[in-house]
């Protein structure tokens, strides 16, 4: 290695030879020493396509007080058992070389093979750059499972062993690592966010065939990155989030953006307190779900934005203040089933919801939701919603049996459009099935939207029902290129309190299969409270016609204006003595461009 022009037999003797604000020590030749970078150094490596590997102990130990910097092509390797690449205590920057544990041979989470460890630990601040690899057995797919790749905190936060716990003056009260980019493979947690620590990941390539490609017990941000956790059945996760502790593992997580893919879920918490979990943004891919929590969870976690593989996130969108979110299915079976789906009350928060299912079919399983002693809706959207479903289908899974399994695909009370939706609501289990019905809130189904019904059900209702909160009523507009297949519906819930109905339907366009049901309390305001302007019908719409407008046809029946016809013009119409008349021969006179005499007409 060398200083300068002044070369040192080992890299030992040139460290030690350091001195000044930022020496670079080049390496000359491949290296095997254990190295110290003592308190109140700041040196540089350049691995220059150079190794060095370790004797016994941690290949780099780097004090409290010092810096290192590590950049070059070039390889820093550890074979020894409970030993590391790289050891901080101090401050570490790495902007090139390849960190691995050549000899690892955990094989197992409960098997070390008598060689397993972290390829790094950072028990101070540590900044990791493009250009950086990090891996262990030399990035084998087998083995690497017992131990993290990467360990940020500490094993056990109180413990007086420095090499697992926090012990004053010697390392960080608060290890600091943030990731700008490289490459990172394997490890039973390829990233591992422990006790008292902070991460923050910018960028990266992450890889991990056994367990979690980042798993946080403190606090973790991460705004970008590829994420990628074995898909091939096995039980992996993008995110395994583990807020343990309410002072040094609090289970905060912010999710800023990346891309994250799992064999089980991308994201899953396993809080025993109640940590924080915010998703901003980023996609989402499980083999099970997207997100997914124990039953025993008792994180917060509130979704305001992403691409998701299902809708699972529907499940844990922020409860509280304004939400402007936008759900993207993603899904590569362009299928799926997912349990009952509730979007909670806004209350007086403005929470503006999107979905594009993107093409995919949305299954609801046996297990739905609904009100205590009803859960048999697919999805409910409670009142204050602003929600936008478009691009795809929503169903429930077929061969249910108990009439109480199901009974609606949506059951809605909130602001509501659909945009080239299929609603299909074929495989209701309920004798009396409703595939739409709305309670509350302005409805809008528009481009190509179908309601498909139970065979003799109702495919859509607008229910008046004020004596159970809906006093605003709800104002449903049929405006689609599609079929609502089976019975619409406009009754009332309860009882009419005497107020004016504020309960409307209007029906624009469509292709309408079924019959009109009235409810008896309301059809005296019906023929007031039900617009049609156009549709095609298979029963006679006329009594619902708007003024102005005609029923056409003997089945099926098309409204739509009256046929008027045009008035011939007369020659006479075209020519005025009106100079204004941009047709009056006064327009028809020379004008000069370009010293040419040209026609204006």
Known sequence: AKIGDTEYETLEAAVNA??????????????????????????????????????????????????LTVKGAGTVDNTTHAKAAIFNNGTVILNGGTYDRTSENGSTDANSGGNSFYTIINHGTMTINAGVTIQTAKKSNDLGRYSSLVENGYQNYTSTNERAGYVSGTNSEKPTLIINGGSF????????NDDGAELTIN??????????????????????GNFTAAADGAETYGVDNCGCAAIYDVGTLTIKGGTFTAGKYAVYDRSAIEAAVK???????????????????????????????????????????NLDVNININNANSKFEAAGISIPEANS?????????????????????????????????????????????????????????????????????LEDVTLDGTNLADNIAYTLSNNCGK??????????????????????APTHGYSEGTQVCIN??????????????????????????????????GNF????????????????????????????????????????????????????????????????????????????KDNKAETTV
């Open 18 to 67: 350091a001195t000044g604000e930022n020496t670079t020590i080049t390496l000359l030749t491949d290296v095997t020493e254990d190295i110290t970078v003592s308190a109140n150094k700041n040196i540089t490596i350049d691995l220059n396509g150079n190794s060095i590997t370790n004797t016994s102990s941690d290949t780099i130990t780097v004090a409290k007080g010092a810096t």
């Open 185 to 192: 493979f394997g490890g039973l947690n390829t990233i591992k």
């Open 203 to 224: 960028n990266g390539t992450f890889s991990n065939f056994y367990q979690a490609v980042v798993q946080n017990h403190n606090i973790a941000t991460i705004n970008n």
């Open 279 to 321: 998703i901003e943004n980023g996609t989402f891919s499980g083999g099970v779900e997207a997100i997914g929590v124990t039953s025993s969870s008792k994180a917060n976690i509130a979704v305001t934005g992403g691409t998701f593989s299902d809708v699972s996130a529907l499940r844990y969108l922020a409860k509280e203040g």
């Open 349 to 417: 928060s403005k929470r503006n919801i999107t979905i594009d299912l993107n093409g995919s079919k949305w299954i609801g399983t046996n297990s739905l939701t609904g009100s205590t002693g009803t859960q048999n809706q697919v999805l409910q959207l409670l009142k204050g919603n602003n929600v936008t479903i478009k691009n795809g289908t929503i169903s429930v899974k077929e061969g249910q049996t108990d009439p109480k399994a199901s009974r609606f695909i949506i059951q809605n009370y909130s602001n509501l459009t």
């Open 443 to 464: 409805v809008l189904l528009k481009g190509n939207t179908n309601i498909y019904a139970k065979d003799g059900q109702r495919a859509i209702d607008a229910c008046w």
């Open 480 to 513: 689609t290129t599609g079929e609502i297949r089976g019975t619409v519906e406009y009754d009332i819930w309860g009882e009419n309190v005497g107020t004016d109905t504020l309960t409307t339907l209007e029906i624009k366009s469509g292709v309408f299969n």
């Open 517 to 592: 049901y009235i409810g008896e309390a309301l059809k005296d305001v019906a023929k007031e409270k039900i617009t049609i302007t156009g549709g095609t019908f298979s029963s006679d719409p006329s009594a619902y016609v708007a003024d102005g407008y005609v029923v056409t046809g003997n089945g099926p029946f098309t409204v739509g204006r009256p046929y008027t016809p045009s008035t011939p013009s007369t020659p006479a119409d075209n020519v005025t003595n009106n100079p204004a008349d941009k047709n009056t021969t006064a327009d028809l006179t020379p004008a000069v």
